[in-house]
């Protein structure tokens, strides 16, 4: 027994604390979860054995079966489920994307001004521009054309805009839903976009507060600002902004402007076909403007009048005849080229007025018709002979006596070049200076009989040559000015003063900047074409004061007067006797000189050429006692033509131009002397003369001279001496 005892068991020390409260804890079957339920998913064999005291006999258990996962019920679809889940996130999805298109809406509307700020903005001041006749000839400023009341239209008129633009503008509130639909399918249809769902109301709204860009925003602004003038204003108060402020091409807005551009009538007065045709312009005004592209636009408005007729606005019969007779634009006169005199005037404005801030009418001294002469005869010289004489440009001023602008082209081509070479561009003017020093010269005493010498000339190295590289010994100063014999001018210019003719030239009129030295003489300072014409005038009235002006009068468009041209009392620059002379010696130029080829039949005309240095200016400045025109040919680059001289083609452009300026004009004469009367040329007089009383001293020195072509005739010579004689005293 007792080794039984002492086999089976030890001595047992007493254990205290929590190891020995859990000592006797040991767990049954029954208090663990069953595999099948909750039990974690580990497998038996992971499962790490609980190792048993050394002193207690754990009995081994054996593991339970696990319990099948239950099965979903067959009434329950997977198709169901997925649908159900579907529904579920379009539905979240559309409130995300009206919460978005709600914040879009809203960040749209913040960059707008505020609604109560709204209003219609002025429109920013027009500058029309009128010829002495009353004609409109240009306008300037971004809303051209007057304000045109619904009431005073044609009622074909709007109604061929609502045809083409918003069949449904009286329906709508502003915005078509209908429109957009119709215009998305046919979008689709066409995979690209044919159709726009804007509504007048909406190119209204674009053109008074926002930009031409194609983005979502400016949409959006459009829509609700297109909201917001349907609350404010009425059917026809909207229509009546929209044709007044809609552009319509070639810078003319509202149908007024666009009426006057295209047709040369008010919108008052077109017809059927010319309102589809204003109608058809607002899809694409650059590409369809008649003006420049004539099919498109007729084709565009045989679509407008489709248009109508079916919306029952015309009838068919009235659609047909229009189609078969489609509209022309009209040229207004002087296009083109009377953007020069419009650039000038707005260079002048602001002397004249101050700043502009409502819309003027300008009245001006143009003459349109002249206007159109004068640029067809520099366009039609270029175009035959630019190739020949190296000349790319050319430019002619046309004035009265009183310095009133009839005509004035800057340039060859005013859509390729603005720049204004009758105003801003100064060259040399060459001989055409000589007057200047032939006036001083006959101030100081000198006739046009007196003789000086034409012979080579050295000056500190300077050798000043005539054109030909001939020369005559002793002329006339008559005859020199009408040869343009350079050595002449130069020892005139030397004999009275640089400084003096200096002081002539600025006497008369001439404005920049002229250098005291020998070569003044020879027109080496440069000048702009407007000042040298103007510097011409006093020789045709007599010895006035000139001073060059194209405004007449300016006014507002409700007829208050803001400027009117005061008469200026001319000072008396020329003595008249003086003037007298001048004007005979010039008209010889014409006669037997250099400008032969200028003539003007029944009238009595004077004037000079001039070429400057290495034939890089072409020059001629003539005038009768009803215009003085002025005609520059040459390169702006300044390069050398090819042998152009102011005999040339200058004088071929004035002779065109002038004979068509004197066509029905009484005929008048230079002033002589007296203030009136004809200065007679010389080969009037041969033709009453049978022979001079006496020989001019330059006949008996020149009778030596070989015979040279391009000499004056002796006889002249010597008439020149018996007029001198006769008229002056002799006096040299």
């Not at 809303?143 to 709508?172: C, S, T, V, W």
């Not at 058809?280 to 007729?298: D, H, Q, T």
């Not at 270029?382 to 000349?391: I, R």
């Not at 004007?583 to 080829?597: D, F, H, P, R």
């Amino acid at each position: 027994m007792a080794r039984g005892r002492k086999q089976s068991g030890g001595r047992k020390e007493p254990r205290f604390g929590l190891a020995a409260a859990m000592a006797d804890l040991r767990l049954d079957a029954k208090d663990r979860i069953p595999a099948g339920e909750d039990a974690p998913k580990k497998s038996a064999a992971k499962r790490k054995p609980v190792e048993p005291d050394d002193d207690d006999d754990v009995p081994e258990r054996e593991p339970k079966p696990r319990a099948p996962k239950p099965k979903p019920a067959r009434g329950k679809s997977r198709w169901g489920l997925s649908v159900g889940r579907m529904v579920y996130w379009a539905v979240v999805c559309g409130l995300w994307g009206v919460i978005a298109l709600v914040g879009v809406v809203i960040w749209a509307g913040a960059h707008l001004p505020p609604i109560q700020s709204l209003e219609i903005p002025k429109r920013p001041p027009t500058i029309e521009i009128t010829g002495f006749d009353g004609s409109i000839l240009a306008q300037r400023g971004e809303m051209a054309g007057a304000n045109i009341a619904l009431k005073d239209l044609p009622p074909y008129l709007p109604k061929a805009f609502i045809a083409i633009e918003d069949r449904r503008f009286y329906q709508h509130f502003g915005i078509d839903p209908i429109g957009i639909a119709r215009a998305l399918v046919a979008n689709v249809l066409h995979r690209g976009v044919s159709q726009g769902g804007s509504t007048l109301t909406q190119q209204l709204a674009k053109n008074l507060f926002l930009t031409q860009e194609r983005t979502l925003a400016r949409k959006l602004q459009e829509a609700e600002l297109a909201l917001w003038l349907e609350r404010k204003y009425s059917k026809r108060e909207i229509l009546e902004l929209y044709l007044n402020r809609v552009y319509f091409g070639s810078g003319a807005y509202g149908v007024e402007a666009a009426a006057q551009r295209y047709f040369g009538k008010s919108a008052r007065q077109v017809t059927v076909g010319e309102a589809a045709m204003l109608a058809g312009l607002v899809k694409s005004p650059s590409r369809l403007a008649p003006n420049r592209n004539p099919e498109g636009a007729a084709k565009r408005a045989q679509t407008v009048l489709a248009a109508m007729a079916d919306a029952k606005f015309i009838t068919e019969a009235q659609a047909q005849a229009q189609i078969a007779h489609p509209s022309v634009a009209v040229k207004p006169a002087g296009a083109g080229t009377v953007n020069y005199v419009a650039d000038w005037i707005g260079e002048v404005l602001d002397d004249l007025v101050g700043q502009v801030e409502e819309s003027i009418v300008v009245e001006t001294t143009i003459d349109p018709k002249l206007q159109s002469v004068a640029e067809a005869a520099i366009i039609d010289e270029l175009a035959a002979k630019s190739v020949k004489f190296n000349v790319s440009q050319g430019a002619l001023v046309a004035m009265t006596p009183d310095g009133a602008v009839r005509a004035m082209v800057g340039g060859r081509n005013y859509a390729d070049s603005q720049f204004n070479r009758a105003v801003t561009a100064k060259r040399q003017p060459g001989s055409a200076f000589k007057p200047f020093v032939y006036l001083t010269a006959i101030e100081q005493g000198l006739t046009p009989e007196t003789v000086r010498q034409d012979a080579p000339l050295d000056l500190k190295g300077w050798k000043p040559e005539n054109y030909t590289r001939e020369y005559f010994g002793p002329v006339t100063l008559t005859q020199a000015l009408a040869m343009s014999l350079n050595t002449v001018a130069v020892r005139v210019g030397l004999e009275v003063g640089p400084k003096n003719v200096v002081r002539t030239a600025h006497r008369l009129g001439i404005a920049s900047r002229l250098d005291p030295n020998p070569s003044i003489a020879l027109g080496t300072s440069e000048v702009s074409m407007i000042e040298l014409v103007g510097a011409y005038a006093p020789f045709s009235n007599g010895g006035l004061s000139v001073s060059p002006h194209v405004v007449t009068r300016i006014k507002t468009l409700d007829g208050k007067l803001l400027y009117m041209r005061q008469a200026e009392q001319p000072a008396q620059v020329i003595e008249p006797r003086n003037a007298a002379m001048m004007n005979q010696m010039m008209q010889e130029t014409l006669v037997s000189g250099t400008a032969k080829k200028a003539e003007i039949p029944g009238w009595v005309a004077a004037g000079k050429t001039g070429t400057s240095q290495d034939f890089r200016d072409a020059w001629f400045i003539g005038y009768t006692a009803h215009l003085v025109t002025g005609v520059w040919l040459g390169n702006d680059d300044n390069s050398p033509t090819k042998k152009a001289t102011g005999g040339g083609l200058p004088v071929e452009v004035w002779t065109r131009f002038m004979r068509a300026a004197h066509q029905g004009v009484p005929v008048a004469s230079l002033p002589n002397a007296q203030g009136a009367g004809l200065v007679p040329t010389l080969a009037q007089i041969a033709s009453q003369i049978t022979a001079p009383s006496a020989p001019a001293p330059a006949a008996s020195a020149r009778s030596a001279q070989p015979s040279r072509s391009n000499a004056r005739p002796e006889a002249a010579a010597g008439l020149d001496g018996w007029l001198v004689d006769r008229l002056f005293g002799g006096q040299r």
